[in-house]
């Protein structure tokens, strides 16, 4: 690292500092969603592989969850596998899915956070199918932030599958169709989403300079506020992500009114 480097280096730690000392925490949103896109992009213009690029967004994982500890966050959504992706090449999927594999096992180990799984477990392979389980199982009494990992998640297959879930939770209670129809509103739906005892998003973050939601919690997001950043996310830093959070208290959130 040269001179000029590690003066920017300096002068970005004292400007998140600066950041910091001026947040209002009871201005912190509680519920963050993050859309950690850029992996393969930042490889590329590192001159890494794509395996490396995932791997180098794995590891900012954990040091992203420290900062939001520091700040009082109290749930976190990491979006680290879309429905989507199930179409990229199985060379690119199969080391993978042994990468968010060890995220989940080593955010379990790590002892601060609870985890849960958001998605769809019939197409993954039994053994991260299986690493779900268990770290939800072993983390389930964690006092700590809940991280919702969403893996072989899509937000249109989410109420799809909420909507399969009241009806059948319907059939189960002997109710009728037409029964159903009447009790049918916005509550009963988010009450078989995925997230359905968790409160919505207040901030969706998306690195990479995207500014589109793909698909990201669609019911949830619906009163959230948006934060694009233009870094890939394996080089999002603790400043980019404190200016998230000061933009966010900067707003003033209407709900439509």
């Given at each position: 690292m040269n001179l000029r480097d590690t003066l920017r280096g300096l002068l970005v730690k004292v400007y998140a500092r600066r950041v910091?000392?001026?947040l209002d925490h009871a201005q912190v949103p509680k519920h963050i969603g993050v859309i950690m896109d850029g992996n393969r992009r930042w490889a590329k213009a590192a001159g890494s592989t794509t395996a490396q690029g995932h791997r180098a967004g794995a590891h900012k994982i954990e040091e992203f969850l420290g900062w939001c500890t520091e700040t009082d966050v109290k749930v976190v959504t990491l979006w680290l596998f879309s429905t989507d992706n199930f179409g990229r090449p199985q060379e690119e999927l199969v080391p993978l899915f042994g990468i968010i594999e060890d995220v989940v096992r080593t955010l379990a180990a790590?002892?601060?956070?609870?985890?849960?799984?958001?998605?769809?477990?019939?197409?993954?392979?039994?053994?991260?199918?299986?690493?779900?389980?268990?770290?939800?199982?072993?983390?389930?009494?964690?006092?700590?932030?809940?991280?919702?990992?969403?893996?072989?998640?899509?937000?249109?297959?989410?109420?799809?599958?909420?909507?399969?879930?009241m009806v059948q939770d319907?059939?189960?209670?002997?109710?009728?169709?037409?029964?159903l129809a009447?009790?049918?509103?916005?509550?009963?739906?988010?009450?078989?989403?995925?997230?359905?005892?968790q409160p919505d998003p207040d901030l969706v973050i998306r690195t990479s300079g995207e500014q589109r939601l793909s698909g990201f919690m669609l019911w949830q997001t619906a009163h959230s506020e948006y934060y694009f950043c233009d870094v890939f996310w394996p080089a999002f830093r603790k400043v980019d992500f404190l200016r998230a959070l000061r933009d966010?208290?900067?707003?003033?959130?209407?709900?439509?009114?």
């Open positions: 910091e000392g001026h790590d002892g601060r956070w609870r985890v849960h799984h958001v998605g769809t477990l019939d197409q993954l392979p039994g053994q991260l199918q299986t690493a779900l389980k268990e770290s939800e199982a072993s983390t389930a009494d964690v006092d700590g932030i809940l991280v919702n990992v969403a893996i072989g998640y899509g937000g249109r297959q989410e109420i799809a599958d909420a909507v399969r879930s319907a059939h189960e209670k002997g109710t009728s169709m037409e029964e009447e009790k049918v509103s916005v509550d009963l739906i988010g009450s078989h989403l995925y997230t359905g005892d966010y208290a900067a707003r003033g959130r209407r709900y439509g009114s």
